[in-house]
């Protein structure tokens, strides 16, 4: 069993649309990412936190580390926001990554 | 800025065939990486580099040797390919050592084995 689990696995929303992302995890974590790849491939990180909240632009995570569940909001979404988005833990040294949510925002 | 470089994007090898897939870094980063990343599954951990002259297996090291060339080379040879082998490879680097600092990932290599 994968000790990090990522839902939904597939999401479609329309364009303006509010989307959330959930990442669970079963290990003690000094850090969690959010990444996002394209559909080309190429894989950029988002956020890197260990407590609260971060924002940038459109994008929201939040973390809550008694829960072991983070969450990635993209408010007002867009067809550019289609992509597939990785929650990974940092267990003290080791990276480990879920499986990635599939997100198509339609126009 | 190049960032990551991997070459080559695309690679097709028939069963025992051996190459090298290569990476290189322009930001004077420590730490560097390699990923396989399977339909269905995360991306998964292959070797890392904490720093120049060090390397250390990761979750799926079998079938794989790494060689930190040098602070900005890392790369991944396949001694003797098996379609098990057969994904998309990932580069990455990052300041420090792995998870306490963003990662900056290449635009992968598509390897496939027959």
């Known amino acids: 069993k994968n000790e990090v689990e990522q839902s939904p696995q597939n999401l479609t929303a329309q364009e303006g649309e509010f989307i959330t992302i959930n990442c669970s995890y079963s290990?003690?974590?000094?850090?969690l990412h959010w990444l996002q790849q394209h559909p080309g491939g190429g894989i950029v990180s988002l956020f890197m936190?260990?407590?609260g909240k971060k924002k940038h632009g459109r994008l929201i995570a939040t973390i809550n580390i008694q829960e072991k569940h983070s969450s990635l909001h993209i408010t007002a979404s867009h067809p550019r926001d289609s992509a597939v988005y990785i929650c990974?833990?940092?267990?003290?040294?080791?990276?480990?990554f879920g499986a990635g949510t599939q997100v198509v925002v339609t126009p | 800025n190049a960032g990551v470089t991997q070459t080559p994007k695309f690679q097709v090898l028939k069963t025992g065939q051996s190459m090298t897939l290569q990476c290189a870094q322009d930001m004077n980063h420590n730490s560097m990486y390699w990923y396989r990343q399977d339909p269905g599954m995360g991306l998964r951990l292959i070797y890392y580099?904490?720093?120049?002259?060090?390397?250390d297996k990761g979750e799926v090291p079998n079938g794989y040797n790494v060689s930190r060339l040098n602070k900005r080379e890392f790369s991944l040879r396949l001694e003797s390919a098996a379609p098990s082998q057969t994904s998309v490879y990932f580069c990455a680097s990052s300041e420090g050592r792995q998870g306490h600092q963003p990662q900056h990932f290449g635009d992968g290599t598509r390897l496939s084995i027959l």
């Open positions: 936190l260990s407590s």
């Open positions: 990974a833990v940092d267990s003290w040294g080791k990276l480990q």
């Open positions: 290990v003690g974590i000094s850090a």
């Open positions: 580099s904490a720093s120049e002259g060090t390397t």
